[in-house]
């Protein structure tokens, strides 16, 4: 078809967005249209938490998040509803950020992908762009066209192919994955270091480069698939990375090597990078974990050899031993020694606890008979929904009440206030002071200088760290 699609792209822009799913991607997403000067429907099937939006509060901890809800909600740009049908109608654009959780094999489960695949084919009034912003594996795009041809009975075909007879209507499909990192989920939707746009067809392209301009940053335009694949490489590489600095931890304790030092001097090279070197108990979250399992899934399916991510994933899940190892080394015996535990959430900046390796080693040590005193910024009444308060759980409400009468303080969320404590106050209220750092956030000669035994991750000896000397000349 002739389309002179520019000019179709600029009709579009006043007509409103809809963002299907309003969770860690789909608020942020949504809200950050509504700053782009965009008019953003936000639909989601919980009413509840549609009720809660609606009110101010976006139901999940991200910096400047509830800011920028009040201001939209003012403003008009952002309408949240609970009518998906409704809201598919009243969209031209329409983005999919609805879960894509992992089934028990690793597959992502796309129910609710296709769930709303089909209300949009029952819904379609006009031209519609559906684009994929959750996570899914490679050709769900294929999956999406299919299925909203087949559910529209007879009313939809799919650009740019010819119309068949009747009067049905044109429809794309396009894939414009997220890279929003939970707890600065705005500051990567504003500055964004390259947006992707899977697309097939020229109107749809320019939809999408039209949309994203006043972000002004790298656009890479592909075909679906393709998009697809990029952000399951992205997340496998960055998780790929993150073991691999895990690995070679370990092997710095061995031979008295700092990792920091090795991180700094690898990190300096400008073909790998300084961040994502960050030794500790391993990755979480909702992203990680799924998406690697997702990218295996995949390789497996079509015959294609990923054991180099299975090992990613190994390792990845070594480290909750590990650091229950190190408890040991530090304390001995677990059962009824009261441990402080500093961090809940998956990170520090979210309260999002799911597939944090915390939990999993506030677990084993509850398995074993510790006493466990919690304490984290965010995370706690997420915490207490999975993890009740018991005798031998507590919840603290600070860092110092987490450390009274504890035989060792574990740091597993690098909460920057974790950093800022006063560490001689810590083992004032301590009956041993012992800390077992998971994420090396705190300086050894300071926490020595405090009189704790430290235990941290993959540091040797620390009068050697990040000097540029080498290690065979004698330090004053
Ligand atoms: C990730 C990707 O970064 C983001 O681009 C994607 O869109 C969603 O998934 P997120 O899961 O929010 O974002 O967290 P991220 O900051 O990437 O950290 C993931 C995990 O890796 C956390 O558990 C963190 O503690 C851990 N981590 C990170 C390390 O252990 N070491 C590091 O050096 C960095």
């Known amino acids: 078809m002739g389309e002179n699609s520019t000019s179709q792209a600029t009709i579009q822009d006043n007509t409103p967005i809809t963002v299907l799913g309003l969770g860690h991607i789909g608020l942020p997403t949504a809200l950050g249209l509504a700053e782009l000067g965009r008019q953003v429907i936000g639909a989601d099937d919980d009413s509840r938490k549609v009720g809660l939006i609606r009110g101010g509060d976006p139901t999940f901890y991200e910096p400047g998040l509830t800011e920028l809800l009040a201001q939209h909600l003012k403003s008009g740009r952002f309408q949240p509803v609970d009518d998906v049908a409704a809201a598919v109608r009243a969209g031209s654009i329409i983005f999919i950020c609805v879960g894509t959780p992992q089934k028990a094999n690793g597959q992502a489960d796309l129910g609710q992908v296709e769930a709303v695949a089909q209300v949009v084919a029952r819904n379609l009034n006009g031209y519609k762009l559906l684009v994929e912003k959750s996570t899914v594996p490679a050709i769900t795009a294929q999956w999406l066209k299919r299925t909203i041809v087949r559910y529209s009975s007879g009313k939809a075909y799919p650009a740019p192919g010819s119309a068949p007879a009747a009067g049905p209507m044109a429809f794309d499909v396009a894939s414009n994955p997220e890279f929003l990192r939970e707890g600065k989920a705005l500051e990567d939707f504003f500055h964004p270091n390259r947006i992707v746009c899977g697309v097939e067809s020229e109107r749809a392209r320019d939809l999408l480069v039209n949309l994203y301009g006043p972000l002004k940053c790298p656009m890479v335009v592909t075909n679906t698939s393709t998009a697809e694949l990029i ?60 998406d690697l399992r997702a990218f295996i899934h995949l390789a497996e399916e079509h015959g294609v050899d990923f054991s180099l991510l299975q090992e990613v994933e190994h390792l990845n899940q070594s480290r909750v031993e590990m650091f229950v190892g190190k408890v040991r080394q530090a304390i001995w015996n677990l059962q009824g020694k009261t441990l402080g535990v500093l961090g809940l959430a998956f990170k520090a900046g979210t309260d999002d606890i799911r597939e944090a390796v915390s939990l999993k080693i506030i677990e084993i040590l509850r398995e074993e008979g510790s006493i466990l005193r919690l304490y984290d910024p965010q995370a706690i009444p997420n915490t207490q929904r999975v993890l009740p308060a018991s005798e031998q759980i507590a919840y603290c409400t600070s860092a110092y009440d987490v450390a009274q009468g504890a035989h060792a303080l574990l740091l597993l969320t690098e909460w920057e206030e974790f950093r800022e404590l006063d560490l001689a106050r810590l083992r004032g209220v301590m009956e041993v002071p012992v800390l077992v750092d998971g994420r090396n956030l705190f300086d050894p000669e300071a926490v020595h200088k405090a009189g704790f035994e430290y235990f941290s991750v993959g540091r040797g000896d620390p009068k050697l760290a990040g000097t540029h000397t080498s290690p065979g000349i004698a330090l004053k």
């Open 231 to 290: 952000k399951h490489a992205a997340n496998a590489f960055l998780s790929m990375k993150i073991s691999f600095i895990n690995m070679v931890s370990d092997l710095c304790e061995k031979v008295g090597a700092d990792v920091g030092a090795v991180a700094r001097g690898i990190g300096l090279d400008n073909r790998i990078g300084p961040q994502f070197l960050d030794a500790g108990i391993g990755y979480g979250g909702y992203c990680f974990p799924k």
